[in-house]
């Protein structure tokens, strides 16, 4: 019902795009461990990090179950954990050959791709 309401007064998109100020949502940046803090003052409370970061600190962090899936590489992977995004890397034309180092780490990025662009998955 308040869905329909929602859609037919045209507020969906304001309603699902607008950040909470009502202290709901809390901007912490990219400072993971400040989010862990804030998630141990509140245990009923959620945080959002990259895979890396839950991954590497499973002792302490529980990744959420989306619609029945769990954040695990996996899943991620194959696009089936549906809060997750593509990452995508920049590289300034300009600078190849001249900033140091910039072709070893585009090296880097790119060593395992396939023919086709994408990452094959451990077996």
Excluded at 44 to 58: E, M, P, R, T
Excluded at 83 to 99: C, D, M, N
Aim: net charge negative.
């Amino acid at each position: 019902m308040a869905k329909a309401a929602l859609k037919a007064a045209g507020a969906k998109a304001k309603v699902c795009r607008a950040m909470r100020t009502d202290g709901a949502y809390v901007e912490a940046g990219e400072q993971d461990n400040l989010i862990v803090q804030k998630l141990q003052e509140d245990p009923s409370a959620y945080g959002i990090f990259g895979f890396s970061y839950l991954d590497q600190n499973s002792d302490t962090l529980q990744g959420a179950v989306i619609d029945g899936t769990n954040p695990t590489f996996d899943e991620i992977a194959e696009g089936s954990y549906s809060v997750s995004r593509a990452l995508y890397f920049y590289v300034k034309h300009a600078h190849v050959g001249v900033v140091p180092g910039i072709s070893e780490y585009m090296n880097e990025w790119v060593k395992h791709w396939g023919e086709d662009g994408a990452c094959p998955t451990p077996a």
